[in-house]
């Protein structure tokens, strides 16, 4: 059985097939599907009776009822054994994504997913939602493999907040999680990663223009446990409505403004963030949050006008407002290519100012 780009979607029957969305999976049904108007347990036994592994993954990418049904079968049909997940390339979809996943028999001892979908190629350059790996996609991915703790996910432009919320929801054990070039993904992921991913200790965020640097810094009060934290070309290029959400509106309240929360962040990156993204996302994080714990803060090269460096010691040395010193052990300045220019030293403990160009 070859794979298919137009196949019915996994329901529980024929008669309850719902219209085709953003996936691979498409309606190409006879008037009469008969075989799907069998129950799970006679497929399944169909399903055992085939010889090579390589028709089960066929099977599997038939439909999204047929992949779950041979996900349920994959212990005892496969023997591959995998601690994580690594795919790549421009004409990632759904169903290399199956095909992948059933093919790991030890679901319980993957730990790791990491998908890179490069811009490349007729699939991607195409815009329309065939050849694409959809949140459908992610659903599969965490159904099966419950346990991860690290999740990466880099140019799925067609994976939305949907997609986030599952793995939020359904990966208890997450730790760390980096998403960069995915353009659909808004502060409604953060909403759902602060009420679910309670042990998320790792974030890293590139090119997600949904997220404004206000939704980072309430994100960081709400979740105080996070330990590092890296951004990379954010910018504010879309304009926060008022009432877009809830946790980039009153995180910042005047409440919670007026008592400084603690947090446990030990590594802030951020590189080639826009000037004004920087300077906000810097005085928003000094005014509310106290980071007693930060040992690294490195900032790389940003677009548009530099930021005062002179400023930058300012806002981030001893605070006089209050009893005792604070201030930042080790802080970075890079150049847009790295380059590390000058040092300066100031008073404070290992306080170091690398001096990118201006």
Not at 116 to 130: I, K, L, Q, W, Y
């Amino acid at each position: 059985m070859s794979r298919s780009n137009y196949l019915i979607r996994g329901d529980q029957r024929c008669s309850s097939k719902s219209q085709p969305g953003h996936s691979i999976y498409r309606l190409k049904a006879q008037s009469q599907d008969l075989i799907n108007c069998l129950p799970d347990d006679c497929i399944c036994d169909i399903f055992r009776s085939l010889d090579k592994p390589k028709d089960l993954k066929s099977c599997a990418t038939v439909c999204w009822r047929w992949a779950d049904l041979v996900l349920s079968l994959a212990s005892e049909l496969f023997k591959t054994e995998k601690s994580s997940l690594v795919l790549k390339g421009h004409d990632l979809d759904d169903t290399l994504l199956v095909s992948n996943v059933i093919d790991i028999s030890s679901r319980n001892s993957v730990r790791g997913l990491h998908i890179t979908r490069s811009s490349t190629g007729t699939a991607a350059a195409g815009g329309g939602p065939d050849g694409h790996l959809t949140d459908k996609g992610v659903c599969f991915v965490i159904k099966a493999f419950h346990n991860l703790t690290s999740v990466c996910l880099l140019g799925c432009q067609m994976i939305t907040d949907e997609g986030i919320h599952h793995i939020s929801t359904r990966c208890p054990m997450l730790r760390s999680l980096k998403i960069q070039d995915c353009s659909s993904i808004t502060v409604q992921s953060l909403e759902a990663l602060m009420k679910q991913a309670e042990s998320l200790r790792y974030l890293t965020l590139g090119h997600c223009p949904q997220i404004p640097s206000s939704a980072i810094v309430s994100f960081l009060i709400l979740m105080p446990g996070l330990i590092d934290v890296r951004l990379q070309s954010m910018d504010d290029v879309l304009t926060q409505s008022a009432g877009s959400s809830e946790v980039a509106t009153t995180a910042v309240s005047p409440p919670i403004a007026a008592s400084k929360i603690s947090h446990e962040l030990r590594t802030l990156f951020l590189d080639n963030c826009a000037a004004g993204y920087l300077q906000e996302l810097l005085a928003q994080i000094i005014a509310h949050i106290q980071l007693p714990l930060l040992k690294c803060l490195v900032i790389r090269g940003s677009s548009g006008r530099s930021m005062n460096h002179h400023d930058l010691i300012r806002l981030l040395g001893p605070d006089t407002r209050e009893p005792g010193p604070r201030s930042i052990p080790f802080l970075l300045l890079l150049g847009p290519d790295g380059e590390l220019l000058q040092d300066d030293h100031h008073d404070g403990p290992e306080l170091v100012l690398q001096r990118g160009r201006r």
